[in-house]
């Protein structure tokens, strides 16, 4: 044990000084963490369906949404949300109404109030909406392969059963618009998603789901408590929103609206720094995460500055991604230094010659699944830097 811990700072020591390539470099089947969880491949088995009497269920469900960026680019709001505060000029406006996908764990019994669950909320990416993870992830035996996951790490005692949340990632009043174009709404919605979040979807889930944690309970035992059953991870542009909105990194907007150059190529410029949502979520992952991800050194301050530690903190990447490993790269660059003590266990997982797909993600919702609700315990002040073959 005392050989694995002078491993571990040594990585770290290496990481700060050649900052970027680290990861990519260490050759390791999985480590595991101080409650011998190993981070690894999907098993085979788990892409498969179970029998019938053993899956869980998916709902789709429609809530109200009362914060949201509507078509002059201003933030509808019923809260006392400053213009300061969002960057923009905040108003009252009329809901509108989005869907999410939401997975039940076997044996959900709605009638049953005293059996309560965890809940994982799960983001998509720029081109995809809620059922970019069940499709993309495929099917085997007429079930999505993602659920199929849950299902097994479930039925074969690996983590407590949970509830997943597949929302719209776009906060916006064209929320069902996937196209890319960096001026339009739609795209600005990515970047004020934990508006909606706070005060529109988590309240509905946690009014009508059997969940242990309650956002109505505000008092300073019960946001400890409620966070550490929560969790969000993402995929790409759900990556970075996992992290920029939740560890207090950057809103964009396009290059139209700031009047600056932007560094991104994208036509979108970075704004203004979110509140962060550490009080909501004690475990963040990010999987392939997007290239407008704020740097390590700006995350690392917005976790640093929160009075809420991050229990785990998971970033994923394939290491042929052309899309995201340089912001994966740039992300995990001094990030766990400049948090320093406020997180707990942080993982840095590349996976070699995989890219920008589900082979990453799906590994990446599986062990980040396995880290925050495992049956062992939470892991406590690990750092955990590693490629898999």
């Known amino acids: 044990m005392k050989r694995y811990f002078a491993l571990c700072t040594l990585i770290v020591m290496i990481f700060a000084v050649s900052s970027l390539v680290v990861a990519a470099d260490i050759n390791t089947e999985g480590r595991e963490n101080m409650n011998n969880i190993e981070v690894t491949h999907v098993p085979v088995e788990y892409r498969q369906a179970v029998s019938r009497e053993l899956k869980g269920s998916l709902k789709e469900a429609a809530y109200p949404v009362r914060n949201y960026i509507n078509t002059a680019r201003q933030l509808v709001t019923d809260q006392e949300i400053s213009s300061e505060e969002a960057g923009r000029e905040t108003v009252q406006g009329e809901a509108i109404t989005k869907k999410c996908n939401v997975y039940l764990p076997p044996g959900y019994d709605a009638e049953d109030k005293d059996t309560k669950y965890d809940v994982l909320y799960l983001l998509h990416g720029v081109g995809g909406n809620r059922y970019e993870w069940l499709y993309g992830s495929g099917q085997e035996g007429g079930n999505f392969v993602i659920l199929n996951i849950f299902d097994h790490l479930i039925i074969n005692g690996e983590i407590d059963p949970l509830i997943v949340v597949f929302p719209e990632g776009r906060s916006s009043h064209d929320w069902g618009d996937t196209a890319f174009n960096s001026h339009q709404t739609n795209i600005l919605g990515f970047y004020y998603f934990d508006y909606e979040l706070r005060y529109d979807l988590i309240p509905f889930i946690e009014s009508n789901y059997n969940t242990y944690a309650n956002i109505n309970d505000t008092s ?56 962060g949502m550490q009080d909501l979520f004690a475990y963040v992952g990010a999987f392939s995460n997007a290239p407008t991800s704020s740097d390590g050194l700006t995350l690392g301050r917005g976790i640093a500055s929160s ?41 840095q ?41």
């Open 220 to 275: 300073a035992e019960a946001i400890e408590y409620n966070r550490k059953h929560r969790a969000i991870a993402g995929l790409s542009m759900g990556g970075m929103q996992a992290l920029n909105l939740t560890l207090s990194g950057y809103r964009h907007d396009s290059v139209r609206f700031t009047n600056t150059v932007g560094g991104f190529g994208n036509g979108l410029d970075k704004t203004i720094i979110t509140p």
């Open 349 to 389: 997982v590349v996976m070699r010659g995989r890219g920008h797909d589900f082979s990453v993600w799906n590994n990446g919702a599986y062990n980040f699944a396995r880290l925050c609700f495992s049956k062992q315990g939470e892991a406590k002040q690990d750092v955990v830097t590693l490629t898999l073959n």
């Open 307 to 347: 009075e809420h530690k991050i229990n785990l903190l998971y970033i994923t990447c394939g290491d042929a991604d052309g899309i995201a490993m340089h912001s994966y790269r740039t992300a995990v660059n001094g990030l766990k230094e400049t948090a320093g003590a406020n997180v707990d266990s942080y993982y």
